[in-house]
């Protein structure tokens, strides 16, 4: 276990605020390069607005980024996860292979079973191993999450505080999970990034959650995650979101999977205030196959916006994705799903699928599934469904004894199993059900 | 204590429109009554109405059981209660096994004073009390891991209604038209599986057209619903009458009735039409 102490300053998102975060890092002058070309970026670019298509239903009023700076270094007070009150959902029943504890960005904790880092399995800190493991990292940061592609995705990759790496060579098969634990203290901003990469035939486990100190907290979030799936190998990847009611989520989320490789990757939405996801599945060699599994569960006044691509780029490959959502309050979920199919890609296999259950009257949910297909033999579907609680099982239910939040609880419950039976890892499921059954509140 | 469903002079509306007219019924522990009547008569809605359906409301009249006032109380109440209803038209609950269903019906009802979130029954007890109840019944164990209701065919719907009344063990149980849709093996094997569930053990209100539910259940008492009213009270002979020879002797000893009766039914007809 290594614990790292440095002196906290908190940078402001302007120039001089990123030169002294800059200084302050001992990194590789490759990345510190990568740092400042992405700055420029975002010096350079706007700020997306409503015009563009992916933005169109996004609302960042009230979202001010000069209320957020950059930690340099672990903040005094609280150095653990449990000091500061941020639990840890997907932990419960599951003994990891290694573990990462970061607080609003920064590594607090960090363990790797020994006999997997002798086989050469990389894990931990990414901006420790940017050093350590300079090769690997340079050649696969940023090369499939662009950060051209918005202001967000440039500000994030050029003040990337902390995050995780997880290399599996060749070959190697990791039986355990590795397991991200990610808290965020009220007002606080965290950006990290996640580089997962799986060599020729290797498997992994990786379960990432964020959450915040307590329901209401406020707090900014810049995510990226890039998920390289080379040939032959097989990774499951879970990311849990519950950040507190007052935080703004950005993130951009990438894999590609390789020739005869599969990703099954499980995102599970609970928190933020707004969020922002881009999510792209790219599958670029033959037989690859992709299953994405989402849950978004919302309320208040909670909006979530997903846009999600199934990118067909090769021949032979099969690619499914089910988002269920419900909603609460005067909560919205804002879906556009495509499936691209290349000219190339043919006998793609795609499906899509998005159902929404509403438990208000003024909640919202927007669907728009699409596709775009340039190859001519292939299959594709999609379909996506919207609908109230029915009120007549609402009373068959209490005709069993069930109380009418009993009923909905298991209604919910039971919307999301069709998902929950999709997640093989058992421990996921019940911290799922477990997160879900939690929020669920009476519904009228 | 032998236990007493009451219900006097109900009347009951949805939406304004008159469906129940002075309903009388009473019911001790222990009994068999047959509900009978032709269509739109306004037997289901008494049923639902009895179970605490919120989409009709009770304009006059009440139901109670053992001197309690159950109109107050809504569905899970009655349950609770010791008031269950089969249904003719189960609903399905998609995700949701049988076995927790049931295990969590159960729990709330042989425990009405239990809150929400408090434990439920021990899994083992209960597992094993509901794989007993399912080999009486002779229903594959593989049904308590299907999802309630969901993609069953009508036959099994109707055992997986009988399975839950069998948990459930209800003070006053209604079975609405538990034999509809099934062919004659099914229905005689409805009729005695609800006869092997100690029918003795509760009282039994069977909403019918036919008489089979009745062959291993013969009611001590057959009541005549027409127009919203109950018109006639008799025995098993008058269940076995009805089947044999229809409702006009019942519809031209009753012309109020009837008159009502046909009201209520053509306005069906024209809501169908409309919707």
Redesign the interface.
Known sequence: MTTSHVESEICQFDASGFEHFVEGSQEPDWLTQHRRQAWRTFESTAWPDRKQEDWARSDLRGFKLDHYGLPTGLPSGPDSLSDANIPCWLADGVQPAGYVHTLNGCVVKEELDTKLASQGVLFGDLRRLASEASDVIQAHLHSIVQPDQNRFAALQAATWNAGQLLFVPRGVRVEQPLYVAAGLTHEACDTAHTLIVLEEGAEATFLYEGNSESAGAKGLHLGGVEIVVKPGAHLRYVNLQDWGRGVWNFAHHRATVDRDASLQWTVAALGSRFSQVGQQVSLVGEGAHSQVNGVLFTQGKQHLVYNTLQHHEAPHCRSDFLYKAALQDKSRTVWRGMIGVDPEAQKTDGYQRNDNLLLSDQARADSIPGLEILADDVRCTHGSTSGKV????I?????????????VR??V??????IFDRITIESVREALGLSIARQVREYS | MTHVLKIENLHVSVNGKSILRGVNLTMNHGETHALMGPNGSGKSTLGLVIAGHPGYEVTEGSITLDDQDILDLEADGRARAGIFMAFQRPISVPGVKMADFLRHATTNVRRPDRKEGEELIAMREFRKELKQKMEQLRMDPEFARRYVNDGFSGGEMKRAEILQLAMLQPKFAILDETDSGLDADAVRLASSSIAEIGREKMGLLIITHHDKLLEHNPPEFTHVMLGGRIVETGGVDLAQELHSQGYDRIRQAHPDAERANQEMTSDDQAELAVG
């Open positions: 029915d009120e007549e099982l009373f068959y239910a209490q005709s069993r004894g069930f109380t009418r939040k009993e009923a298991m209604i419950t039971g919307f999301f199993q069709q």
